[in-house]
């Protein structure tokens, strides 16, 4: 088989970093990344061992490459003015519909991040980020509650994570082509949640 030649007819040559990360995410995803070898992303891509190591240095990178794929827009998203401007309440109603907008829109990398465990260097920062992330939007919560607009009953960090919880357990059903658009979504998961925490 040519380097460049697609398998099953699925991938379109040429090859390029982008769509090399692509494939290597469907593969950690499928397998898992540490039952992912070389070999399993030289026969999903249809490149050589050597084709591939022309994009990248190591399997690592492309798993940060992956993850980063659903960090940066998800980090991104705590500094738009919609996240940090107005009551927390409208802040937190933000934060919601643009992380199932991310999702949505980048629903494979965001799948290899919910898969993650820890066991290597980018997987341990990739949680640290996520942390960071999570850390954000708690304080977020106790603003609103602060605000009288949250329940005072409900503790702030394990709120955003039961929010949260839920906008994440979509990366297992979702499926942009034959699901409601991700504005719809929003729009009914907000409705939901905001009803349960509002005082």
Not at 63 to 86: H, I, N, V, W
Not at 134 to 153: L, P, S, T, Y
Not at 186 to 197: N, P
Request: with cysteine; aromatic share 6%; hydrophobic share 40%.
């Amino acid at each position: 088989m040519s380097e460049q030649a697609p398998q099953r007819g699925r991938w379109k040559a040429p090859y390029n970093l982008d769509r090399l990360v692509e494939v290597a995410v469907r593969v950690f995803t499928e397998r898992g990344y540490d039952g992912t070898s070389l070999q399993h992303l030289t026969q999903a891509s249809g490149l050589s061992r050597s084709s591939i190591y022309h994009h990248i240095e190591s399997k690592e990178q492309l798993l940060r490459l992956g993850l980063e794929r659903a960090l940066e827009p998800l980090l991104a998203s705590t500094t738009d003015d919609g996240a940090t401007s107005g009551r927390a309440l409208d802040r937190l109603t933000y934060l919601i519909k643009r992380n199932v907008e991310i999702l949505a829109a980048e629903l494979p990398y965001v799948r290899l991040l919910l898969s993650v465990h820890g066991n290597t260097e980018t997987e341990r920062w990739a949680l640290d980020q996520r942390r960071t992330f999570d850390k954000f939007v708690a304080g977020v919560v106790q603003e609103a509650i602060d605000d009288g607009d949250v329940r005072a009953d409900l503790d702030a960090r394990t709120t955003a994570r039961l929010i949260f919880g839920t906008i994440n357990s979509l990366a297992e059903w979702y499926r942009p082509a034959r699901r409601r658009k991700p504005g719809e979504l929003a729009d009914q998961i907000c409705s939901m949640i905001l009803r349960g925490i509002q005082a």
